[in-house]
T-cell receptor
């Protein structure tokens, strides 16, 4: 079982719609959770961090964490063509290492 | 503010040749430093991490090595490259918050 699992996509959404990305993790002791955005050919960029159960909103992004279900999600509201990228879920067990999912590719159709 | 730089950005090397990728962090002290590799269409694989000068932890057995000669400098090396070493190499740093910040990446093609 992989430590962090994501649907690879591609996830295609129309401009202005909500994109919903899901991530599950295997280790129950995981404490910190992150979403990164990676444009093609570029390095990953941190867009959201979440540490406790519930929702965390930052602009058009909302991260949701459910530790009991070992599930973290990212919602992108009012999707824009500039949101087209691969989104990486990452999990930290409070050691020095971050484990990444393989990423979900999102395409926003104009 | 903190910045991270890595170079070279792109390189094409023949099989069996050596490799040296360098990364430096500015604007912080005693960061944790990391080397990740991303193969085409795949996720990020942690190769090495370092919590201090001269302290290197290896995550996967391979023909690569890492060194940290200075607090904010991290180097990835190989004596003899393999075809399977091709990929996108990413240096990253954190200050124990868990939030990882990446450099621009180095794209290596081994022919």
């Amino acid at each position: 079982q992989k430590e962090v699992e994501q649907n690879s996509g591609p996830l295609s959404v129309p401009e202005g719609a909500i994109a919903s990305l899901n991530c599950t993790y295997s280790d129950r002791v995981s404490q910190s959770f992150f979403w990164y955005r990676q444009y093609s050919g570029k390095s990953p960029e941190l867009i959201m961090s979440i540490y406790s159960n519930g929702d965390k909103e930052d602009g058009r992004f909302t991260a949701q964490l459910n530790k009991a279900s070992q599930y973290v999600s990212l919602l992108i509201r009012d999707s824009q063509p500039s949101d087209s990228a691969t989104y990486l879920c990452a999990v930290n067990k409070n050691d020095y290492k971050l484990s990444f999912g393989a990423g979900t590719t999102v395409t926003v159709r104009a | 503010s903190q910045t991270i730089h890595q170079w070279p950005a792109t390189l094409v090397q023949p099989v069996g040749s050596p490799l040296s990728l360098e990364c430096t962090v500015e604007g912080t002290s005693n960061p944790n430093l990391y080397w990740y590799r991303q193969a085409a269409g795949r996720g990020l694989q942690l190769l090495f991490y370092s919590v201090g000068i001269g302290q290197i932890s290896s995550e996967v057995p391979q023909n690569l090595s890492a060194s940290r000669p200075q607090d904010r400098q991290f180097i990835l090396s190989s004596k003899k490259l393999l075809l399977s070493d091709s990929g996108f190499y990413l240096c990253a740093w954190t200050l124990n918050t868990g939030e990882l910040f990446f450099g621009e990446g180095s794209r290596l093609t081994v022919l």
